[in-house]
């Protein structure tokens, strides 16, 4: 018997479906798996990247947003900071598990390609992705490390990490490779200069450097302030 077309659903709107499926199903597995992460790089953090990358990606024609909220998802699944200083984990990660909810290889591998770009590597290190949906992800991922709650995250990670808050006779690292970054044991404010304040002008997107500016200049008004009170004139 020939179908009607009010019966019919378009591939699209098939797609859609499956699409959506998929979210849900990533939201949920990366919700458990993150639950009661204090460093920092909690479902919270996740929750933010995913809304900055909506927002930048609102305003950049081309951008793919089936792939940014997916690497959105799950570009933290395992943080090379907690893993033993694995920075492929995450990508492992995600091929493995949308292979498992049968998503398109072509996906998968842009998914996995995005996730694999986000990190910041070091101060002397260039990490600029290849594609929109990278460089919209990663600006993203680099707001949620400034302003206000850039802030509260550095603390929250030195605290996890064993991290003094300042030491004024330890200057600033500025590493040149990822091997010298992940061997970083600097105090927390000493990240500021090492990775904090680099971040406003490593935006890829008009958007993100917009966003970026105000977070930028919140965090040199708390440096001001943090010093004054440590030298007791404020």
Same mark, same amino acid.
């Given at each position: 018997?020939?179908? #009607?077309? &009010? ?27 993150? *639950?009661?992460?204090?460093?920092? =790089?909690?479902?919270?953090? @996740? ?5 900055? %990358? &909506?927002?930048?990606? %609102? ?21 090379? *900071? ?37 990190? /910041? ?9 290849? #594609? ?7 600006? &993203? ?7 206000? @709650?850039? @802030?509260?995250?550095?603390? +929250?990670?030195?605290? *996890? ?15 040149? #490779? ?12 000493? =990240?500021?200069?090492? *990775? ?15 966003? &970026? +500016?105000?977070? =930028?200049? /919140?965090?040199?008004?708390? @440096?001001?302030? /943090? ?8």
């Amino acid at each position: 018997m020939k179908r #009607t077309r &009010a019966g019919r659903r378009t591939m699209c709107q098939m797609a859609d479906e499956r699409e959506k499926y998929v979210l849900q199903k990533t939201e949920s597995m990366v919700r458990d798996r993150l *639950k009661g992460e204090s460093s920092g =790089h909690d479902w919270w953090h @996740i929750h933010r990247v995913r809304n900055n %990358a &909506a927002r930048i990606a %609102a305003e950049e024609d081309g951008a793919d947003a089936y792939i940014i909220e997916l690497a959105s998802l799950l570009h933290d699944i395992s943080d090379w *900071k907690f893993n033993g200083g694995d920075d492929d984990a995450s990508s492992r990660i995600a091929e493995e598990w949308l292979g498992g909810l049968e998503v398109p290889e072509q996906i998968i591998r842009e998914v996995c390609a995005t996730i694999s770009g986000v990190s /910041f590597k070091g101060s002397g290190v260039n990490t600029v992705p290849s #594609t929109l949906e990278g460089m919209i992800v990663q600006d &993203a991922d680099r707001l949620d490390a400034m302003g206000a @709650i850039g @802030i509260a995250r550095a603390f +929250a990670y030195g605290g *996890k990490a064993g991290r003094e808050i300042f030491d004024p006779s330890e200057e600033p690292h500025m590493h040149l #490779t990822f091997d010298d970054y992940k061997r970083n044991r600097g105090h927390t404010i000493n =990240h500021f200069y090492e *990775k904090l304040l680099l971040l406003r002008d490593r935006m890829n997107t008009e958007a993100g450097r917009r966003i &970026a +500016a105000g977070r =930028h200049d /919140f965090m040199l008004a708390f @440096i001001v302030r /943090f010093k004054g009170e440590w030298e007791g004139t404020l």
